[in-house]
């Protein structure tokens, strides 16, 4: 199963030095059925690109527990327009998730770590897009609890393409952050 796992800048840091990431609570997404049910049209890379987008969407709340201190941040990452404020998503083919639809339609949880060689690509901000992240990072609590103004930030980031990476331009990527 091909699952999009949430991720910032650290995370991918982590992934290239210890060669495995599992994610914090194992929770990925996918294309799942319930996913396809709560959608009356769409073929499957239209599906993975919504489960990607929740990727995307959960990176923010990972960004915000970073910046709030729940998590251990770069050093270098404290300020608005660094590398911190950039979404990202593992690609990964797993076996063995669980299907969590009483989480939401495209939530699984992974049985256990992601190999680097599972990991089919990753998918990052680009530098223009720091800005809104870093604002939609602020509102992301209030645009989960309904916030109009909150998801009009979140808009703004979500708005935003990720761009694609091979696995083996990762850590070239990461030294160019």
């Known amino acids: 199963m091909r699952v999009y796992i949430p991720a910032t800048i650290p995370m991918l840091r982590a992934l290239v030095d210890e060669r495995e990431i599992f994610p914090l609570g194992a929770t990925a997404f996918a294309v799942t059925p319930a996913l396809r ?98 604002k939609a990072v602020d509102v992301i609590d209030a645009a989960d609890l309904g916030d109009p103004d909150a998801e009009f930030v979140l808009g703004d980031a979500e708005d935003h393409q990720l761009a694609w990476y091979a696995t083996q331009e990762l850590s070239f990527l990461l030294d160019l952050l």
């Open 37 to 134: 049910e709560a959608y009356a049209a769409g073929d499957d890379d239209e599906l993975a690109e919504v489960a990607m987008q929740e990727a995307a969407r959960a990176s923010l709340r990972l960004l915000a527990a970073e910046r709030d201190g729940d998590a251990e941040p770069d050093a270098e990452a404290a300020e608005p327009g660094s590398p911190i404020y950039r979404r990202a998503v593992i690609a990964a083919d797993v076996t063995g998730a669980k299907l969590r639809p009483d989480l939401d339609d495209a939530v699984v949880k992974l049985a256990g770590p992601v190999s680097f060689n599972q990991v089919a690509s990753v998918h990052v901000d680009l530098a223009e897009a720091e800005p809104q992240v870093a």
